[in-house]
Structures are given as structure tokens and as C-alpha cells.
């Protein structure tokens, strides 16, 4: 076992020599062997250890640091894992068979071949400690980032894991939970889905070519700008699954822009371009379910349009045409639709609200950024159900529109003209 720590921090000191020792008692355990004690090294600091092929199974590693260490093909079955830290590290064919994953934190590391059967990886609730004061979080188990090429996750429970730009190529998740799961821009070529359990995961950008979804339930999936190339969806489950239904409609130069925007929005900006339809005569076209958050609509044309069930999050459609519109249960927060022209526009039940903005590490920054229609015209729109809160209504003009239902509370009005707008159970005033 010479060496097994490396050289420098590790190699002398007497924190090192001290896993060591609970390491080969661990294996005297494990054998059954006198003198054998069960490893437990909870929240130790284990980062840049090099235990390739250890077995490890059954030990008690809670919240323990693996950041930057190298353990291939280490055996972690049935271990405690809990919220254990693994950002960075090299684990491909690593065995977490029935291990205890609740709340761990696998950020960029490399996990090929990994074997996951069986393992729990739902949020686990953590205590930390925040401006001075022990709070608890619910945090989910994150393999953002990740390489899971062939990776297993058989009957594995994800539910609401964060597998979100990861490269999971040829994965195999028959049989497992993926409840509320992030697996937006991930590469899920050739992967195997068959019965999984994925109601209310959100697939977005995500590429599913030649991958098997037979009988997998995918009810109410978030599947805007899904790449479905020969994927096997027989027996699957799609009902109130959003997804674009007929991409081959767009025009190459609009599909070649959406692509490198989707590649933008899902690695945060590192890759990929944001995209720029400023001024472009997009009229007629079919963008609905697609993510186009943050994308730029300046002037453009889109007259007749079809965004329902589009995500347009803090998109800028200033001075945009959208007469006639198709926006049914489109997601507008923080979007920017100044002097935009909504006339006819149908947009039943969408939402145009605040925009929780986030910090750069992508935790809640508390503040919230308002949808902007000051002087924008949504004469004769319908608008049945849609909400406003909390948006800059001045000067906006919904003459003749229907707003039954709709929620207006917490806006500014300043001269906002409601002319002959039907207004049955419409909601005003403060917050």
C-alpha cells in the first residue's frame, strides 16, 4: 500500500497514516478477520486520495471530502455516503451498488463504467451554516458536469438530481426513479431507458438520439429542444409532456442559432452563442416548447408566431411584432416586451411575472427582476388566465382584451389602458 496517498500533503502526515491504518482494519473487517474495524471517517478531509481498486464497501464516509481524489475501480457498495464530496474526481469503473448518495456532490468528476444499481441518490437535508447561524437545506444530488459515459443506474432512486451538461452516453437507467430529475443539456445518446420512472424530469436540450424510452413514463417531462433521432419511445408516457413536436419546419439559419443558444443556456455561457434573431422575419413559424430564455427578439417579425408552452424567461422582444401570436402557457419571467405589438396575440394562461435572478454560483441572489410591457399594445389579446404580478404595465394598452381571470397584482398601471378589456375575476391592486 505504499504510496497510496501520493506525494506532498499526504505522504507524511499523520492524518494520512492514520486512514491508512482504518483502512487496513476496514479490509481485516470486511474478512472477517480478528482486529477488524469497520471504517468510519465522517467529514474527514480525504481530498487528492489515490486509493485505485480499495474496497471500501460498507464503510461509514458521511459528508467525507473526495474532492480531486483518484479512486478507480474503488468498491463503495452499500457504503454511507451521505452528502459526500466528489467534485473532480477520478472514479470510472467505481462500484456504488445500494450506497447511501443522498445530498453527494459529483461536480465535473469522472465516473465511466461506474456501476450505481440500486444506489440513493434523492436530496438529503444538510445543515450549514449561514451568516453565523446553523440553517437546514435541502440539497439535491449533484452530477453536473459530469463524465458517465456507460455508466449504471439501474433501479438507482435520482429523484430530483441534478444531471444537467453531463455526458451520459450508453447510461443505463431502466428501472430507475428520475422524479423531478435536471437532465437538461445532457448527451444521452444511446442510453437506456426502458420503464424508468422520469414524471416531471426536465429534459431540456437534452440529446436522446437512437436512446430506448420503452414504457418509461414521462408525464408532464420538460422536453423543449429534445434531440428524439431515432429514439425508441414505444409504450412511453408522454401525456402533458412539453416538447417541440415538429422541429424540420425552421428554417436552417433559425435551427443553427437555437442550437448554439441551447449550448449557451446549458453550460452557463461557456459554450455555445447567445442567440440573436433581432430584426429577422420569423412570421409563421413554429417555436413552441422551445427554450429561448434570454434570447434576443429586438424588432423582429413574428406575426402569427407559435411560442405556446415556450420558455422566455428574461427573452427581449422590445419593439418585436407578435400580432396574432401564439403564447398558450408560455413562461415569461423578467421578459422585456416594451412597445411590442400583441394585438390578436392568443395567450391564455401564460405567464408574465418576476424573474427570481440568481448569483454567479448560481445560488438565490433574493432580488427579482419584473416583466417589462411599458407601451407595449395587447389590443384584443386574449389573456384569459394569464398572470402579470409584479410587472411594468405603463402605457401598456388592452383595448378590447380578455382578461377574465387574469392577475394584475403588484403592477405598476401608470397610464395603462384597459379601454374595453373584459375583466370578469380579474385581480388588482397590491400584492
Known amino acids: 500500500m505504499a504510496g497510496i496517498?501520493?506525494?506532498?500533503?499526504?505522504?507524511?502526515?499523520?492524518?494520512?497514516?492514520?486512514?491508512?491504518?482504518?483502512?487496513r482494519g476496514h479490509l481485516q473487517y470486511l474478512k472477517l478477520q480478528p482486529g477488524g474495524?469497520?471504517?468510519?471517517?465522517?467529514?474527514?478531509?480525504?481530498?487528492?486520495?489515490?486509493?485505485?481498486?480499495?474496497?471500501?464497501?460498507?464503510?461509514?464516509?458521511?459528508?467525507?471530502?473526495?474532492?480531486?481524489?483518484?479512486?478507480d475501480e474503488v468498491n463503495f457498495s452499500m457504503c454511507d455516503l451521505f452528502a459526500a464530496n466528489f467534485s473532480g474526481a477520478?472514479?470510472?469503473?467505481?462500484?456504488?451498488?445500494?450506497?447511501?448518495?443522498?445530498?453527494?456532490?459529483?461536480?465535473?468528476?469522472?465516473?465511466?463504467?461506474?456501476?450505481?444499481e440500486e444506489a440513493d441518490l434523492r436530496p438529503g437535508r444538510i445543515m450549514a451554516y449561514r451568516d453565523g447561524r446553523e440553517v437546514e437545506e435541502n440539497r439535491a444530488t449533484s452530477l453536473k458536469d459530469a463524465a458517465l459515459d456507460g455508466v449504471r443506474f439501474k433501479g438507482a432512486d435520482l429523484t430530483e438530481a441534478d444531471l444537467s451538461v453531463a455526458s451520459v452516453t450508453r447510461g443505463d437507467f431502466s428501472n430507475a426513479n428520475l422524479f423531478a430529475a435536471n437532465l437538461s443539456g445532457a448527451d444521452l445518446t444511446d442510453a437506456n431507458f426502458t420503464g424508468a420512472r422520469m414524471k416531471q424530469a426536465v429534459l431540456s436540450g437534452a440529446t436522446l438520439a437512437r436512446c430506448c424510452l420503452r414504457n418509461a413514463d414521462l408525464r408532464d417531462a420538460v422536453m423543449r429542444n429534445v434531440d428524439l433521432t431515432g429514439a425508441d419511445i414505444t409504450g412511453a408516457d408522454l401525456s402533458g409532456a412539453i416538447y417541440l413536436k415538429a422541429p424540420g419546419n425552421l428554417?436552417?439559419?433559425?435551427?443553427?442559432?437555437?442550437?448554439?443558444?441551447?449550448?449557451?443556456?446549458n453550460s452557463g455561457g461557456r459554450q455555445g452563442t447567445r442567440a440573436d434573431l433581432s430584426g429577422m422575419d420569423l412570421a409563421g413559424l413554429d417555436l413552441s416548447a422551445c427554450d429561448l430564455s434570454g434570447a434576443l427578439f429586438r424588432g423582429t417579425n413574428l406575426s402569427g408566431t407559435n411560442l405556446?408552452?415556450?420558455?422566455?424567461?428574461?427573452?427581449?422582444?422590445?419593439?418585436?411584432?407578435?400580432?396574432?401570436?401564439?403564447?398558450?402557457?408560455a413562461l415569461l419571467p423578467g421578459v422585456n416586451l416594451s412597445g411590442?405589438?400583441?394585438?390578436?396575440?392568443?395567450?391564455?394562461?401564460?405567464d408574465f411575472g418576476m424573474m427570481d435572478l440568481r448569483?454567479?454560483?448560481?445560488?438565490?441572489?433574493?432580488?427579482?427582476?419584473?416583466?417589462?410591457?411599458?407601451?407595449?399594445?395587447?389590443?384584443?389579446?386574449?389573456?384569459?388566465?394569464?398572470?402579470?404580478?409584479?410587472?411594468?404595465?405603463?402605457?401598456?394598452?388592452?383595448?378590447?382584451?380578455?382578461?377574465?381571470?387574469?392577475?394584475?397584482?403588484?403592477?405598476?398601471?401608470?397610464?395603462?389602458?384597459?379601454?374595453?378589456?373584459?375583466?370578469?375575476?380579474?385581480?388588482?391592486?397590491?400584492?
Open 251 to 265: 428554417p436552417q439559419v433559425v435551427r443553427d442559432l437555437l442550437d448554439a443558444h441551447i449550448r449557451w443556456i
Open 5 to 23: 496517498f501520493g506525494t506532498g500533503a499526504w505522504s507524511m502526515t499523520d492524518r494520512a497514516q492514520e486512514f491508512l491504518k482504518k483502512v
Open 90 to 116: 477520478c472514479l470510472n469503473a467505481a462500484v456504488f451498488i445500494r450506497a447511501d448518495l443522498r445530498g453527494a456532490t459529483f461536480l465535473k468528476a469522472n465516473l465511466r463504467s461506474a456501476d450505481f
Open 308 to 329: 405556446a408552452n415556450a420558455y422566455l424567461a428574461l427573452a427581449d422582444f422590445s419593439g418585436a411584432v407578435l400580432k396574432g401570436a401564439r403564447l398558450d402557457q
Open 37 to 71: 474495524l469497520r471504517l468510519q471517517a465522517k467529514r474527514a478531509d480525504l481530498s487528492g486520495l489515490r486509493l485505485k481498486g480499495f474496497n471500501l464497501k460498507m464503510a461509514v464516509l458521511t459528508q467525507a471530502d473526495f474532492s480531486g481524489a483518484e479512486l
Open 359 to 431: 448569483c454567479p454560483d448560481g445560488t438565490p441572489s433574493g432580488r427579482r427582476w419584473p416583466a417589462n410591457l411599458t407601451g407595449a399594445v395587447l389590443a384584443r389579446a386574449d389573456l384569459r388566465g394569464s398572470r402579470f404580478r409584479g410587472a411594468r404595465l405603463t402605457d401598456a394598452r388592452f383595448d378590447q382584451a380578455n382578461l377574465t381571470a387574469a392577475d394584475l397584482r403588484g403592477c405598476d398601471e401608470t397610464g395603462c389602458d384597459l379601454g374595453r378589456a373584459v375583466i370578469t375575476g380579474l385581480r388588482r391592486g397590491p400584492e
Open 340 to 350: 411590442a405589438d400583441l394585438t390578436g396575440a392568443l395567450a391564455i394562461d401564460a
